[in-house]
């Protein structure tokens, strides 16, 4: 993934991992590599993946200030421009629900732009990672509103740091399980369940149809073959992002 010649990349910091992808020629992201915050060397695996003079990053951070700030250091030192993606109240045909748009999580705006890259909708969009978000986008591009709530896996380090017994990790679900590791499994994830599906009702009631559900995140596994309906989509914020890295006033916003 390493080159001398002029490239375009895309970044997505999250509370747990860094996912990067090379701008192809079509406008959408190539393959996608994934970096975890918790590996010692994050900023050095990211240095040793990038071109030595790259032509442009986008960057979309959820992250810490300080590891972000690490990061956009290391794209400067790799790339002509360097971007930080930010929440609009419209772009590409999206419209903003929030009243001040820059309280929307920019990962959640870009999931929506990257949404509206699959067809027009609507759509129910549902990331899971440190929490769960879930936003509803009319076919006309109109965002409806949605939720955050706590992850599964965040439910269950809750739980382990409030008793100490209770594992914070393992376990299958099962609908009325029969041990503690089960039942814990069962229970967030149930609990994430539960919140999508009522969500997918409510959507239906609202909008007259039933939406389409997209599911993207590092927690989406154990839930995909509960919830057979969903289309998987592993870089959903960087298909949003090269969206938001086309608009020319949004490309250079951030350039040195």
Same mark, same amino acid.
């Given at each position: 993934? +390493? ?22 020629? =079509? ?21 040793? &993946? ?17 590891? +972000? $700030?690490?990061?956009?250091?290391? %794209? ?11 929440? &609009? ?11 001040? #748009? ?19 909708? #609507? ?33 269950? &380090? ?5 008793? *100490? ?8 679900? /099962?609908?009325? $399980? ?6 814990? $499994? ?8 539960? %919140? ?5 009702? @409510? ?6 149809? *039933? ?13 995909? #073959?509960?919830?057979? @309906?969903?289309?998987?989509? /592993?870089? %959903? ?13 949004? $490309?250079?916003? =951030?350039?040195?």
């Amino acid at each position: 993934m +390493t080159g001398t010649s002029p490239e375009r990349w895309l970044f997505d910091l999250g509370n747990t991992r860094l996912k990067c992808a090379r701008l192809q020629a =079509d406008g959408r992201p190539g393959p996608i590599l994934a970096l975890g915050h918790g590996q010692d060397d994050l900023l050095q695996g990211l240095a040793a &993946q990038l071109p030595q003079a790259g032509l442009s990053a986008c960057l979309a951070s959820v992250a810490a200030p300080v590891l +972000t $700030a690490a990061v956009l250091e290391v %794209l400067q030192a790799r790339f002509r421009v360097v971007s930080l993606a930010r929440t &609009q109240a419209s772009l590409a045909g999206l419209q903003v629900a929030y009243r001040e #748009p820059a309280r929307l999580g920019v990962d959640r705006f870009l999931a929506m732009l990257g949404a509206r890259t699959h067809g027009p909708g #609507p759509w129910l969009i549902a990331g899971i990672g440190t929490a769960l978000t879930i936003d509803l986008l009319a076919a006309d591009g109109r965002h409806m509103g949605g939720r955050i709530a706590p992850s599964p896996q965040l439910m269950r &380090q809750a739980l382990h740091r409030a008793a *100490a017994q209770l594992p914070a990790e393992g376990g299958a679900f /099962d609908e009325f $399980a029969r041990d503690t590791p089960d039942a814990l $499994a069962s229970g967030c994830e149930g609990a994430a369940l539960a %919140l999508i599906e009522r969500s997918l009702d @409510q959507a239906a009631a609202r909008l007259g149809q *039933a939406p389409a559900l997209l599911l993207h995140g590092g927690g989406i596994d154990p839930l995909l #073959p509960l919830l057979p @309906q969903a289309r998987r989509v /592993d870089g %959903l914020v960087l298909e949003g992002l090269a969206v938001w890295s086309a608009a020319p006033v949004q $490309a250079a916003a =951030d350039g040195h």
